[in-house]
């Protein structure tokens, strides 16, 4: 959507097009944090982009500005708090690294629990000041409004089958049809596996499970010691997140992820994956252990080996830009409007520069069932090892 609104904007002939509903994907599913985190270990970052890696943290910073602009210049209802996020640590020793390797300055402080407003069964965090939550189901529908009212032609409903580069046009086929383009955009995140063009092992599907709770009190939030209300998101490998709502319920999400060979348009969430997200808030929340799951649904997205974005070229009319993991709240939408200008003439941007996947091939991805359900079993130890100085108990 904001690629097509860039594009229509700048007085390009855009068609947009949706196999379902624009928004329907991660895009409208998500758990509505807004947050400049990386969402990677740093040694990760720097391994896979090098010198590159500073430019990252910019680029994060950036995407979370673009979004709020964005709301906030066009007008979206979508409950918008700029609270910042609290990285909290699973372990004392987590809390110990984290302490020693970041310093508070203007936009993010570290400190203990008490002071961060949150349950002592954290040791402490940091809380990064840019950014907050919002609703994404508004967001998105907010922002297709906005779309369909632009110049940019769009057909939803209208899944794509395959897309060709003839040389000197691209083919898209549609059920009832094909469009001829000068060039094209695929957004089309954790489905990319079933178009042909996209580079082999771009990124592979996973699956994302989201809970949202009954009703809970202030009384209760205090009581629990969350009383700054500021959302939560740990540490972990696969972290595990916790945020408030306007409707007075809590949303916790993530921790237990599956990945797929296809992303399945009608999957739903497995009884098992909620139990363990109730079990993981109940270890850390213990004074809201009564407060029970109400709903729950879940997304696909695209995961990388680096846990980063991949934006690029996969022939010279077909561009891509996709996987922003659990950060393509603010990312995605950033990374459309760049690639955008960079598709319509426009000098490279810097921060789409450092994004920018300079090879077309991929090496086979690292992010599997196996490899997540060790990550799992890591963090569930690291659990054990933060409770044995805190009060609550962890799965
Ligand atoms: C449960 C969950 C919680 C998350 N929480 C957060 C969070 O709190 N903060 C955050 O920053 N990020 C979060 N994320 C990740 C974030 O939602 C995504 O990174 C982001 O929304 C990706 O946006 P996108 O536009 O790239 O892809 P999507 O929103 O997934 O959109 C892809 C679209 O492409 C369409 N499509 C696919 N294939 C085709 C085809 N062949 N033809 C036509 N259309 C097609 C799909 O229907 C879909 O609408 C979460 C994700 C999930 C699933």
């Known amino acids: ?46 391994r896979f982009y090098g010198d590159r890696a ?47 390797s970041v310093k508070s300055a203007r936009r993010s402080e570290v400190a203990d629990a008490l002071q961060l407003g949150i349950p002592t069964t ?21 922002f297709r409004e906005i779309v369909r009212a632009s110049a940019a032609r769009v057909f939803e409903q209208s899944p794509v089958h395959r897309v060709a580069d003839e040389g000197d046009s691209v083919v898209i086929s549609l059920d009832e049809g094909r469009i001829r383009a000068r060039q094209a955009i695929l957004t089309t995140n954790a489905f990319t596996n079933g178009l042909d063009i996209a580079p082999r092992r771009l990124c592979t599907p996973v699956w994302i499970t989201a809970v949202e709770t009954e009703r809970v009190t202030a009384a209760q ?25 306007d409707r007075d319920t809590i949303v916790y999400s993530t921790r237990s992820v ?16 909620v139990d363990d997200l109730a079990r993981g808030f109940r270890g850390y929340f213990p004074g809201l252990a009564d407060v029970a799951p109400a709903r729950a649904w879940g997304g696909w997205t695209g995961l990388t080996p680096s846990n980063m974005a991949v934006v690029g070229q996969a022939t010279p009319r077909v561009h891509y830009s996709m996987a922003c993991h659990g950060h393509g709240l603010p990312q995605a939408p950033y990374l459309g409007a760049l690639l955008a200008d960079h598709v319509a003439g426009a000098e490279m941007h810097e921060d789409l520069a450092t994004v920018w996947r300079r090879s077309r091939r991929f090496a086979p991805g690292v992010v599997n069932p196996v490899t997540l359900r060790l990550g799992w079993l890591a963090d569930r130890a690291r659990d054990r090892l933060g409770s044995s100085g805190a009060s609550g108990e962890l799965a």
């Open 221 to 245: 939030l205090d009581a629990a010691g969350w009383t700054s209300r500021t959302p939560i998101t740990t540490a972990h490998f696969v972290m595990q997140s916790f945020r408030t709502t």
């Open 1 to 46: 959507m904001s690629a097509a609104l860039r594009l229509a904007e700048l007085g390009r002939d855009v068609i947009l097009v949706e196999a379902d509903l624009l928004g329907w994907g991660a895009s409208a599913r998500n758990a509505g944090y807004l947050t400049p985190a990386l969402g990677s270990d740093p040694r990760i970052v720097r």
């Open 54 to 100: 500073r430019g990252l943290y910019r680029f994060a910073n950036n995407a979370v500005d673009f979004t709020e602009r964005l709301i906030a210049d066009r007008r979206i209802d979508c409950g918008y708090r700029a609270t910042g996020n609290i990285s909290a640590a699973p372990s004392p020793a987590n809390f110990e690294r984290m302490r020693a």
């Open 258 to 273: 599956q990945a797929a060979r296809r992303a399945r348009a009608d999957r739903m969430p497995d009884r098992r994956v």
């Open 122 to 142: 954290f040791p402490g965090g940091i809380h990064l000041r840019a950014g907050g939550v919002l609703h994404p189901g508004q967001l998105a529908l907010g």
